[in-house]
């Protein structure tokens, strides 16, 4: 009898169209299916139907539990959803960093962020973690150490795309991270999406995590000063910018930033009066547009910046930085950079007179403001006018990169234009600001900014020196090779009286090598100030100088001559090197 050879058999027999058809679409299938015939005489053609069955039962399946995971999610849960693009993703990375989610879970990012990078990039490290080396000396080692802490930066963890489960406050929540792709302006990007959820119908426990992400966020910040520069989204366009946190800075003294007594009290009064509650009242019963700005202008080194921080650090106001001498930013990016602003904080815009804005206005009948010729605004007077054209860039064309005038004051006082911040523009030369920019309303308060007087040069003396006593009393007594302080008769004596340990408390230096109380310091800045004339030298070139000399106020007084020698060699050399 003659016996089939089953293998020979399926070899030679045609496969059928379910056999061809599984074989396209499981990569591999025949050889699978050569395997267990060979090795374990088993014929999956006998077992398609079944296994069929069982793929169609396991497709239905999972079909019918996402639908009901789909239903339960839409019915029985609720969920918050966070964009990468919003300060709110900040708040609750921070907090999920914080609050150690995840160290639960096994899949976790690892940064020296807690944020999206390209969004909030360049934000501060954490001053808390900063080794306590204040009273060292600078070493060698102490700089290599202090380097390598600059460089490793406190590593952080967030949970990874997908999802986490997580207890807060006796709930159980859903944290969820994915990764969305984004057409932008320059191609694809990938977004960070982020969202939490919780069972039941009930909100109120996302929104009150929320409530305490954003505080601890906000702790955080202390009373620093807080910085955002105008600039361009993630994959968006020069149209479209939006303000990224840059920095938070302690804030400024105002002791520190010696002016004219009456002119700071004049502006700080001034915001003070502006920012009560009351005065958005008074001026919207009015119909005035709640807007206030200022000009701060005045040769460079000034204080002009500084005041501005100092403010902002005073009234806890953050501080928004457009820059608009790089001639790259358009009338739509920074009409929407004003349109975000929230209602409480100053909008900065450095040397406005370099940005663009010189050019008179087509229609305007004011008397021409002279263009600048100089090299160093060629480039941002071209940005704003495009050849061939006399005016300004009219506001349509967005893509001519610059801001026109008319543009420009549309943006800061237009009917769009956003309410309750407070505008200061700085300038080295007010001259050149045409006089539709300097109108009230526009510019409701102008401050001068000069060259050291006597009280100023006074003023920085002992700015320097007089708060900082305990702290170069601290410097020269690690220091022994100091040279002995050549304070008179009034200093000596007076330091003698003051020499118990309660010197160093209220700010006077006490020390049995060197002798230094505030009267001394006053007595010094008085003989500093009559040393030097007044209004020829800016209050940066002075603190300068006496920079060189923070641990010995007297040196600084008996260098002075030969300082001012060299500032004046150096000034001629500069002016020649101009004229030529
Ligand atoms: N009036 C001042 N009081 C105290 N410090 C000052 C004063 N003016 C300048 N300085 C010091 O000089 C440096 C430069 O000051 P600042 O940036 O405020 O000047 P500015 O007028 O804004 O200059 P620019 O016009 O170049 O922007 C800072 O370190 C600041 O501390």
Redesign the pocket.
């Known amino acids: 009898m003659e016996t089939l050879n089953f293998n020979n058999a399926t070899a030679t027999m045609a496969p059928s169209p379910l056999m061809t058809m599984l074989e396209v679409s499981i990569p591999g299938f025949s050889l699978i299916q050569r395997f267990l015939s060979d090795y374990f005489n088993i014929d999956l053609s006998q077992y398609l139907g079944a296994l069929l069955l069982v793929a169609g039962f396991i497709t239905a399946s999972n079909y019918c539990w996402e639908r009901f995971r789909g239903s339960l999610n839409q019915y029985f849960t609720c969920s918050a959803e966070v964009r990468y693009n919003d300060e709110i993703y900040n708040y609750l990375m921070y907090w999920i960093s914080k609050e150690g989610l995840s160290k639960t879970s096994s899949h976790f990012v690892a940064g020296t962020q807690t944020k999206s990078s390209a969004v909030y990039g360049g934000d501060e490290t954490e001053d808390e973690d900063y080794p306590d080396v204040e009273d060292s000396e600078m070493t060698e080692e102490l700089a290599l150490s202090l380097k390598n802490w600059d460089r490793m930066k406190k590593i952080k963890f967030t949970p990874s795309t997908g999802t986490h489960n997580f207890r807060y406050k006796g709930h159980w929540l859903t944290f969820t991270r994915s990764q969305e792709k984004d057409q932008g302006f320059y191609g694809s990007t990938k977004t960070d999406e982020i969202s939490i959820s919780c069972y039941g119908r009930n909100p109120q426990i996302l929104k009150d995590l929320l409530q305490e992400a954003q505080v601890a966020y906000l702790e955080r910040d202390g009373n620093k000063t807080i910085i955002y520069r105008g600039g361009r989204g993630y994959g968006g366009s020069m149209d479209d910018l939006e303000w990224i946190r840059c920095m938070s800075r302690p804030p400024r003294n105002m002791d520190?930033?010696?002016?004219d007594e009456g002119q700071k009290a004049l502006v700080l009064n001034d915001m003070k009066e502006y920012l009560r509650p009351r005065t958005k009242k008074w001026y919207s019963n009015r119909g005035i547009p709640y807007r206030r700005g200022y000009l701060?202008h005045?040769?460079?080194?000034?204080?002009?910046?500084?005041?501005?921080?100092a403010l902002a650090g005073l009234l806890h106001l953050p501080i928004y930085v457009a820059g608009l001498n790089s001639g790259k930013v358009s009338e739509e990016g920074l009409a929407s950079l004003f349109r975000d602003l929230p209602e409480r904080c100053i909008v900065l815009l450095?040397?406005i007179d370099s940005a663009g804005l010189t050019m008179k206005r087509k229609d305007d009948e004011t008397p021409a403001v002279e263009e600048d010729k100089t090299d160093d605004n060629k480039d941002s007077n071209k940005a704003a006018v495009p050849s061939g054209q006399q005016g300004p860039a009219p506001a349509a064309d967005s893509n001519s990169k610059g801001v026109s005038l008319s543009g420009f004051l549309n943006i800061i006082d237009g009917v769009a234009s956003s309410e309750g911040r407070i505008l200061v523009m700085?300038?080295?030369h007010p001259d050149k600001l045409d006089a539709a920019l300097l109108r009230p309303g526009r510019v409701d308060l102008s401050i001068q900014?000069g060259y050291?007087s006597y009280d100023?040069l006074k003023?920085?003396f002992m700015?320097i020196y007089s708060t900082r006593g305990p702290e170069v009393a601290k410097m020269k007594a690690s220091k022994k090779s100091e040279p002995e302080m050549n304070g008179n008769a009034n200093g000596n004596a007076n330091g003698n009286a003051n020499g118990n340990a309660n010197g160093l408390a209220n700010g006077t230096v006490n020390e049995s090598n060197g002798v230094l109380t505030n009267e001394q310091v006053v007595a010094w800045a008085t003989k500093f100030a009559e040393l030097v004339p007044a209004d020829v030298y800016?209050?940066?070139e002075i603190?300068?100088y006496l920079l060189q000399h923070k641990t010995a106020p007297e040196n600084a007084i008996d260098e002075i001559g030969m300082w001012m020698d060299t500032m004046k060699k150096k000034k001629a050399t500069t002016a020649a090197l101009a004229s030529t």
């Open positions: 520190t930033v010696v002016l701060l005045g040769p460079p080194g000034t204080g002009k910046t500084s005041l501005c921080f450095e040397d700085t300038t080295n900014f050291a100023v003023g920085l700015a800016t209050p940066a603190q300068g």
